[in-house]
């Protein structure tokens, strides 16, 4: 393992002259590749499950662009199917899956021992992909936060408010508490698997934290990512992980230590220059392009990405979007995005 990537020396907290970059969703439907492999595997989930062709999509973008790391190409919602719950896709809306709203619900739920069963193919990709990555490529892995897994686990769809979640929290009190430990303890042996197959740094993708207030997003975001991160780092120390509590706002200010993590990934909700004020000064940043320039393209493009360039040069930053590309985008864009940030 190289310790020189430009990626794991701004997780280590270096401010380099040019920050590493990546995309979310990097691997995605804006790719005319994406959509050729997606179509060879038949649907979305037969891609998660296939390790040769997650692999390869895993790399397409990295062999086009050149982005400094590449993230495992999988889902959040693989861990509620690997405890049990059923899910499938519906084109052009998105997951489904079985509910959990009541006591003998939860009781159906797998054990966290059994979750491997379903998810050997995800460790066997990763492995795939530490032989296959270029030298300087940093391979991420990575996992949804418990309340983020729970909002669809609940409401067996996403949700515009996380509706069903929120109620289910005040309704059943033990019921929801149960689904969010089981989550974490799952996802505590799930990311410990892609690290031991070659996951050089993990993500938690927390995507609905912005719907938790007050008390409820320290107890229910913050704390089960801070558990997941302790974990993880207990059982290998020097793995970096990033926290992506999407929606936070003026939250995200304090998310390195209340968590523990590496870096905190932010979205564009919140000002590059407020963000380099406020979270920056506690460690490594990564963001926040809205994912828009990637459609729009232009002028607008260059001037944003080299103010967030700016804004964040004075400490340890990796440049991403703020949330992930969507299949609109144009791939001229994300070249546009990577030639403005290198330049
Ligand atoms: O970033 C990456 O490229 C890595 C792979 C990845 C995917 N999903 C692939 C994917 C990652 C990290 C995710 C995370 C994910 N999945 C999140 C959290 C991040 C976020 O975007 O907020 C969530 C909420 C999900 C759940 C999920 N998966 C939804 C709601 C959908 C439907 C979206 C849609 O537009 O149909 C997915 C499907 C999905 N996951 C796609 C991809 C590339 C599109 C599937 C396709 O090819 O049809």
Redesign the pocket.
């Known amino acids: 393992m190289t310790q020189n990537k430009t990626i794991l020396r701004a997780l280590r907290g270096e401010t380099l002259p040019t920050p590493p970059i990546w995309m979310?969703?990097?691997?995605?439907?804006y790719l005319p590749e994406y959509k050729a492999t997606?179509a060879q595997a038949g649907d979305?989930l037969s891609l998660c499950y296939n390790p040769d062709l997650a692999a390869e999509v895993t790399l397409q973008p990295i062999r086009r662009y050149g982005f400094d790391a590449a993230?495992?190409?999988?889902?959040?919602?693989l861990i509620p199917q690997a405890l049990g719950a059923d899910l499938w896709?519906v084109t052009g809306e998105?997951?489904r899956l079985s509910t959990i709203t009541t006591a003998d619900d939860f009781d159906r739920l797998k054990p966290v021992d059994d979750i491997h069963d379903t998810l050997r193919p995800i460790y066997e990709t990763v492995q795939i992909l530490s032989r296959e990555l270029p030298d300087e490529t940093t391979l991420i892995g990575?996992a949804?936060a418990p309340w983020?897994v729970a909002t669809?686990m609940i409401a067996g769809q996403?949700t515009p408010d996380q509706g069903p979640a929120h109620l289910l929290k005040a309704e059943n009190r033990p019921v929801f508490e149960g689904i969010i430990h089981r989550i974490t303890e799952a996802t505590i042996e799930y990311l410990s698997m892609q690290i031991q197959a070659g996951a050089e740094v993990v993500k938690i993708?927390d995507?609905w934290a912005g719907s938790l207030a007050g008390d409820d997003f320290t107890e229910f975001s913050i704390h089960p990512m801070q558990r997941i991160t302790k974990a993880i780092k207990d059982r290998h120390p020097g793995t970096p992980v990033i926290v992506f509590p999407?929606g936070a706002d003026h939250k995200f200010a304090g998310v390195h230590q209340a968590t523990g993590a590496d870096c905190v990934a932010v979205d564009d909700g919140v000002d590059a220059a407020w963000a380099a004020e406020h979270v920056q000064t506690d460690g490594c940043v990564q963001g926040n392009l809205a994912s828009s320039h990637m459609v729009t393209g232009g002028q607008a493009l260059v001037d944003e990405t080299l103010r967030i360039r700016e804004s964040f040069a004075k400490g340890p930053h990796i440049f991403n979007l703020g949330?992930?590309i969507t299949?609109d985008a144009d791939p001229e864009n994300v070249q546009l995005m990577i030639d403005t940030v290198r330049s």
């Open positions: 979310m969703r990097q691997a995605g439907r997606r979305f993230i495992l190409f999988a889902d959040i919602l896709f998105g997951p990575f949804g983020t669809y996403g993708f995507s999407r949330h992930g299949p």
